[in-house]
C-alpha cells in the first residue's frame, strides 16, 4: 500500500478512495486511469474497483477504451496517470495473480505450436526459468483443455482450429494460470454459438470459484443473461455497479449517445430485467 | 580541404562537378520515391532489390565480354541488373503471397540468395581471366574515381528522368499511400500503381549502384524521406524536403569523395546522410524529439491539471505526486494537501466544462471521437459559440439527473 | 585422403558450423519476424569489428567478438529509440541505422589504412572459407587424435565454442523463447520480459553473426539465418521439430555447398573455381525454394493439388 503522508488523510472522505477500505475487497482497483494515443485522450480519467467474486462485462461503443482500459491497467501500454492496485499491491508485482487474455488477433495463429502447447504457457509462471514443463504440468494442461471441451484437439497445430476453438484454447490459458483475477478482451467475439454457451459456463465457474472476472463485452443483447455488474466507459467512467441497477436506458444513453435509438434502449434495459 | 572546397563549388575540374551532380540528382530522385516507399511501409522491399542486382551484372558482364567484348559498358551491365532486380521483387511477392513466410522472410531469402549467386558468378568471371573485370568491384561499394565522362553523363541523364518521374505521378502516389482503397475505387489501377512505383525504385536503385555500390544504395531511399518525414506532414512539402536532403548530401558526399579518392563514396554519402538525419531528429520544430518532449510535457501538465482540479470539484483525492505538484505550483492546492480558495473556484469552472464536453460526446459521439481537443482545451476555444450555447442549454435539466442519481434507477 | 582432411574437410567443417549457429538461431527470427534483424545485425557489426582490430590488431580474435557484440547492441538501442522517440517506422528505422553504421564501418577501414593488409571490405562481404586449413592431419584416424584435433584452425575451434553456447542459449531458455515470441504481452505478465530475452536473442545472433562472419562473409550469414529456418518452417508445426530440420538443413547447406563449389565445375569440365561461401547460401537457398514448391502441408504444389482434389468433389 502506498504510503500516505498525514496531511492526504483528511482528503481521504470519499468512499471511493482504494485506500481507506480493506484491501482485500478490492481484488482490481484503478485510479485516475488516464491514456492518450498520439495526444488524444483515450480515457480520461477512469477510476474503477472492480466487485470480488463478481462476473463484470465491459461495455461501451466502439472507441470508447474498453480494450485500451484493460492494457492499460496491467501497465501493458503506456499511460498518462493512473495507478492499479491488486489487493491493495502495486500492479507489478502482482500481475502473477492476473490471467489476461487477449484479442484473438493479438497473436500469430501460424506459430508452430499445438493447443497443448499454448495451454502449457500457462503454467510458465509456475514453473519458473530455466526449468522444462513436467509430466504432471501437461496432466493439468490436459485438465485444462477438458473444461473448455478441447481435450481431443490437445495434439492439433493451432492454426488449424476454427476461431471458435482458438478462443476456447486462450480460456484453458487462463485456467492453467489458475489466477485470482481473470481480465478478457472480447473472447465471445467472432466465436460459434456452441463455444460460446461453453465459455460462459466457465465464467460462471470461475466465479462459483471465488474468482473475480472483468469480460469487455459487445453484444448489448446479452449482457442480462451473462453478467451480474458492469462498468460502462465512454473514455470516461460511466456508471458502474450491478446490472439492474446500472444497465439502464439513461446509462446506455450517456455511453453510447446517438449511436442507439431510444426503441432499442427500452428494449434491452427491460428485456429480462426486474 | 581546398579540394573538397573546390569539388564543393564545382570548380575541381569538370569530370568531378559532372560526378557531382550527378550524385545530387541520382539523391534527389531516390529521396523522392523513397518518400511513397517509406509512407506505404515497404522500405526494406528496397534491400532486396539492391542485392538482387548483382547476379544481373555478373551475367550482363559475362555475356557482354564473352559475344560482344563490350563488357565494361555501363548501360549493358544497368540493364543485367534492372533485369535481375525485377525478378527478385516479383520473387518476394511470390514467396508472401504463395507460402506461409512473411515479408521479411521473404526479402531476406530473395536478398541472400540472389547475392550468393552473383558471388558465385562474380568468382566464376575472376577465373575466366578475361579483361576488363576490374570494375565490377565498384558495384560493391561505390566508386566514383575514374569514372567516365560518359558514364557521370549517363546516371545524371537517368537520374532526372526518374526524378521527372516521380513528379509527374506524384498525385497518383500520394492517393495510393494514403488511402489504397479509395485510389481503387476512384478508378486507378492500384496493382499497376504500385508495380510503377517499385520499378522507379529500382531504377534510382540500379542508376546508384556506380555511384554508391548497392551495400549502401538503400541509404539513399530510405533516410532523406525518414529524415524529412520530422518536417512536414505534407505529402509534396515531404517529396521536396526529402529531395533536397538526398540532391545535398548526396552532392556534399561526392565531393568529398573527390578530394579523398581512397574513401568509398557510398559510404561518405551515407554518413552526410545520416547527419541530415540526426539534426532533423533532434531540432525540427513539428515532429523533432526535442519538440515531441516539450509537447508531450506540456500535454501531461494539461491532463494532469484538469484532471486534478476536477478531483477537487468531485471532493476526491488527489493522491498522484504529479498533479499535487503541479497543483501546488498552480495555486491551486496549499502545502498540507487542501484546496485554495482559487482552487476551489477554478475547479467549477473545469467541471463545468467538463460537463459540456461529456454532453457534446453523449449527443455527438461520433464528432467528438474524431476531436483531438476534447476535454483538453476550455470548450469555448474549441468548439463555436453557437454549439456551446446549444450545449450549455441542454446542460440545465441534465444538472440535476447527473449530480443525483449517479447510478440511476431501473425502469 | 591427406588432401582431403587438409583442406576440404576444414572448409567444410568451417561451412557447416557457421550455418548452423546462425541456422538454429534463424529460427526465433523468423518467428519474430525478425528475420531483417539477422541482415541488420550482419551489417552493423563491421564497425565493431573494425574497432575490435585496431584495439587488437588481429583478426578472429575475441576483442573483434567484443566489438561486434557491442556494435549489435548499439544498434539495436539505437533502431528502438529512432523508433520509439522519432516516431519512425520498425523497418525504416532498422535501415537508417544498419546502412549508417555498415558506411561508418567502411569509412574507417578505409581510412585508418587497415585496409588489404588483414581485413578488407570485399573480405567482410564474402568470407575466407577456403583459407581454413589442417596441416596436421594426414590419416582418419586423426580425427579422434587429441592432440592433432588440437591443432585445428582457430576458426573452427572458435565456431564450435560458438555453437556450443547457441544450443545452450536455446535449451536453457526454449520456454522462455517460446512463449516470448508467441504471446509477448503474457510473457511479460508471468514475467519473462519480452524486452529482455528479445536483447539476449539479437546478443547471441551477433555472436553467431561475427564466428561466421569470417568464413563466409557478412551478406552469407543473412542467408543462413533465414533460409534454413525458412525451410523448416514449411515442413513442421512443431517447434523442437524445426529446430531439428533446420539444423539439418544448415549442415547439409555448408556441405554439399562447398563440395558443389569445389568438385562441381571440375566435374563440368570447367577449370574455373567458384565461391565456396557463396555457394553455400545458393544451397540453402535451393533447399528453401525445394522446400516452398513441394513441402507435403504448406508446399505450393501440394497445395494446388489438394485445391484441385478439393474442387473435383
Not at chain 1, 508485482?93 to 493479438?106: C, E, F, H
Request: charged share 15%; with cysteine.
Amino acid at each position: 500500500m502506498q504510503k500516505l503522508k498525514t496531511p492526504d488523510l483528511q482528503l481521504l472522505h470519499d468512499t471511493n478512495a482504494p485506500e481507506s477500505i480493506n484491501a482485500q475487497d478490492h481484488p482490481f482497483a484503478v485510479q485516475g486511469l488516464t491514456v492518450a494515443y498520439h495526444h488524444k485522450p483515450v480515457l480520461w480519467g477512469v477510476s474503477y474497483s472492480a466487485p470480488k467474486g463478481c462476473l463484470t462485462a465491459i461495455i461501451g461503443p466502439n472507441g470508447a477504451g474498453k480494450s485500451t482500459f484493460l492494457k492499460a491497467a496491467l501497465g501493458l501500454i503506456p499511460k498518462l496517470s493512473g495507478e492499479t492496485k491488486v489487493f491493495g499491491a502495486p500492479i507489478k508485482k502482482a500481475l502473477k495473480n492476473i490471467a489476461y487474455v487477449p484479442q484473438r488477433s493479438a497473436v500469430d495463429w501460424d506459430f508452430p505450436a499445438t493447443a497443448i502447447d499454448v495451454v502449457l504457457m500457462g503454467l510458465y509462471g509456475q514453473i519458473g526459468w530455466f526449468r522444462w514443463p513436467s509430466r504432471k504440468h501437461r496432466e493439468t494442461a490436459l485438465n485444462c483443455l477438458k473444461s473448455v471441451g478441447m481435450q481431443d484437439f490437445a495434439n492439433r497445430q493451432i492454426g488449424q482450429l476454427s476461431g471458435g476453438q482458438q478462443q476456447r484454447v486462450f480460456l484453458a490459458r487462463a485456467l492453467a494460470q489458475d489466477a485470482e483475477m481473470y481480465l478478457m478482451d472480447e473472447p465471445f467475439a467472432g466465436v460459434d454459438a456452441a463455444t460460446e454457451k461453453a465459455i460462459v459456463m466457465v465464467l460462471r465457474k470461475l466465479v462459483a470459484d471465488g474468482k473475480t472476472v472483468l469480460v469487455v463485452h459487445h453484444d448489448l443483447e446479452t449482457v442480462r443473461d451473462y453478467y451480474s455488474h458492469i462498468l460502462l466507459l465512454n473514455g470516461q467512467h460511466i456508471a458502474d455497479g450491478p446490472v439492474e441497477t446500472t444497465f439502464t436506458s439513461e446509462n446506455l444513453q450517456k455511453a453510447y449517445g446517438g449511436r442507439l435509438a431510444s426503441t432499442q434502449l427500452d428494449g434491452l434495459s427491460q428485456a429480462s430485467g426486474a | 580541404m581546398e579540394q573538397f572546397f573546390a569539388a564543393l563549388t564545382m570548380s575541381a575540374g569538370y569530370n568531378t562537378a559532372l560526378v557531382c551532380v550527378g550524385a545530387a540528382l541520382l539523391g534527389a530522385a531516390s529521396g523522392a520515391i523513397g518518400v511513397f516507399v517509406l509512407l506505404r511501409k515497404r522500405t526494406l522491399v528496397s534491400d532486396a532489390i539492391s542485392h538482387a542486382t548483382l547476379p544481373g551484372v555478373a551475367l550482363a558482364f559475362i555475356i557482354a565480354q564473352t559475344y560482344f567484348d563490350s563488357g565494361r559498358s555501363l548501360p549493358v551491365l544497368l540493364f543485367g541488373a534492372a533485369l535481375s532486380a525485377g525478378i527478385g521483387v516479383l520473387a518476394v511477392d511470390w514467396i508472401k503471397t504463395h507460402t506461409r513466410l512473411t515479408e521479411d522472410a521473404a526479402i531476406g531469402t530473395v536478398l541472400s540468395t540472389f547475392f550468393a549467386v552473383g558471388m558465385v558468378l562474380l568468382t566464376v568471371i575472376q577465373s575466366m581471366s578475361i579483361a576488363g573485370q576490374a570494375g565490377l568491384e565498384g558495384f560493391l561499394l561505390g566508386a566514383t574515381s575514374g569514372m567516365l565522362k560518359s558514364e557521370a553523363m549517363t546516371i545524371a541523364l537517368a537520374a532526372g528522368l526518374v526524378g521527372l518521374a516521380v513528379v509527374l505521378r506524384m498525385k497518383e502516389f500520394s492517393l495510393l499511400c494514403f488511402d489504397e482503397d479509395f485510389a481503387a475505387a476512384s478508378g486507378y489501377n492500384v496493382r499497376w500503381l504500385d508495380r510503377t512505383l517499385l520499378l522507379l525504385l529500382l531504377g534510382v536503385v540500379v542508376i546508384g549502384l556506380k555511384t554508391v555500390g548497392l551495400v549502401l544504395i538503400i541509404a539513399l531511399a530510405i533516410i532523406p524521406p525518414v529524415a524529412a518525414r520530422f518536417w512536414t506532414d505534407r505529402v509534396p512539402v515531404l517529396v521536396a524536403i526529402a529531395a533536397g536532403i538526398g540532391a545535398s548530401g548526396s552532392f556534399i558526399g561526392a565531393a568529398i569523395s573527390a578530394s579523398a579518392p581512397n574513401m568509398p563514396t557510398g559510404g561518405l554519402i551515407v554518413l552526410v546522410l545520416f547527419s541530415f538525419f540526426v539534426v532533423s531528429l533532434l531540432i525540427s520544430p513539428v515532429r523533432g524529439i526535442l519538440a515531441a518532449a516539450l509537447k508531450h510535457y506540456r500535454f501531461q501538465r494539461i491532463v494532469h491539471l484538469r484532471q486534478g482540479l476536477l478531483a477537487i470539484a468531485h471532493n476526491e483525492p488527489v493522491l498522484e505526486p504529479l498533479t499535487r505538484s503541479i497543483l501546488r505550483k498552480g495555486g491551486f492546492m496549499s502545502g498540507d494537501g487542501q484546496p485554495t480558495f482559487k482552487g476551489q473556484s477554478e475547479a467549477r469552472l473545469i467541471e463545468r466544462d467538463q460537463k459540456l464536453w461529456n454532453l457534446y460526446r453523449e449527443i455527438y459521439p461520433e464528432e467528438s471521437h474524431a476531436l483531438a481537443d476534447w476535454s483538453l482545451k476550455p470548450i469555448g476555444q474549441v468548439l463555436p459559440a453557437d454549439t456551446v450555447k446549444v450545449l450549455e442549454d441542454e446542460l440545465c435539466p441534465h444538472l440535476v439527473v447527473s449530480t443525483e442519481t449517479p447510478k440511476g434507477g431501473a425502469i | 585422403m591427406d588432401i582431403f582432411l587438409q583442406f576440404d574437410l576444414p572448409s567444410i567443417l568451417l561451412g557447416s558450423l557457421a550455418a548452423l549457429a546462425c541456422g538454429l538461431l534463424g529460427n526465433f527470427l523468423v518467428l519474430r519476424k525478425q528475420a531483417l534483424m539477422g541482415d541488420a545485425i550482419s551489417h552493423v557489426v563491421l564497425p565493431g569489428i573494425v574497432l575490435g582490430f585496431l584495439f587488437s590488431h588481429e583478426t578472429g580474435s575475441w576483442p573483434m567478438m567484443i566489438g561486434a557484440g557491442a556494435a549489435a547492441i548499439f544498434a539495436v538501442l539505437l533502431i528502438e529509440l529512432i523508433r520509439r522517440v522519432g516516431n519512425v517506422e520498425p523497418g525504416a528505422a532498422m535501415g537508417v541505422v544498419f546502412t549508417t553504421m555498415f558506411a561508418a564501418g567502411v569509412v574507417v577501414l578505409e581510412q585508418s589504412g587497415t585496409a588489404g593488409v588483414h581485413l578488407d571490405v570485399e573480405h567482410a562481404l564474402y568470407g575466407n572459407l577456403e583459407s581454413a586449413i589442417w596441416l596436421d592431419a594426414y590419416t582418419l584416424s586423426d580425427l579422434w587424435n587429441l592432440e592433432v584435433l588440437a591443432t585445428l584452425p582457430e576458426s573452427i575451434k572458435q565456431l564450435f565454442v560458438v555453437n556450443l553456447l547457441v544450443i545452450a542459449f536455446i535449451m536453457l531458455f526454449f520456454k522462455e523463447l517460446k512463449i516470448s515470441s508467441f504471446d509477448p504481452l503474457l510473457s511479460a505478465s508471468l514475467g519473462f520480459s519480452p524486452k529482455w530475452l528479445g536483447l539476449s536473442l539479437i546478443v547471441m545472433v551477433a555472436i553467431a553473426a561475427v564466428a561466421a562472419f569470417s568464413a563466409v562473409g557478412s551478406i552469407l550469414v543473412i542467408a543462413m539465418f533465414i533460409c534454413p529456418a525458412a525451410t523448416a518452417r514449411l515442413l513442421t508445426d512443431n517447434l523442437k521439430v524445426q529446430l531439428f530440420i533446420s539444423g539439418i538443413a544448415s549442415l547439409s547447406a555448408g556441405l554439399f555447398g562447398y563440395l558443389l563449389a569445389a568438385f562441381g565445375p571440375g566435374l563440368l569440365g570447367y577449370e574455373i573455381s567458384v565461391s565456396a561461401a557463396g555457394m553455400i547460401a545458393v544451397v540453402a537457398g535451393l533447399q528453401q525454394v525445394l522446400a516452398m514448391l513441394f513441402a507435403p502441408q504448406y508446399g505450393v504444389v501440394m497445395r494446388r493439388r489438394r485445391q484441385k482434389v478439393h474442387a473435383n468433389i
